[in-house]
């Protein structure tokens, strides 16, 4: 996995604000920091990975693929789970 914060290793590549600047990041390197966020909010149990996931589509300005939102929501159903 990583070293050091999750958080430092996804700003470090700057996939998030590399798209806000209007640079275009490959689809692999997106598919990339978006399961790796997922794998991060499963394993910290924090929301605020998946909502990194949604704003990076968000700034994609395209949908979500299906089978990573349903990743998205199985891991927000699992940290839910948790916090009960």
Do not use: C
């Amino acid at each position: 996995m990583f070293r050091g914060s999750g958080r430092r290793y996804m700003a470090d590549r700057g996939s998030l604000s590399t798209i806000r600047a209007g640079i275009p990041l490959e689809d692999e390197l997106v598919d990339r920091a978006a399961t790796e966020a997922i794998s991060l909010a499963r394993a910290s149990g924090n929301h605020s990975w998946l909502e990194y996931v949604a704003d990076l589509y968000a700034a994609l300005r395209y949908p979500m693929p299906p089978a990573l939102k349903e990743l998205v929501d199985a891991a927000s159903d699992d940290i839910r789970q948790r916090e009960t």
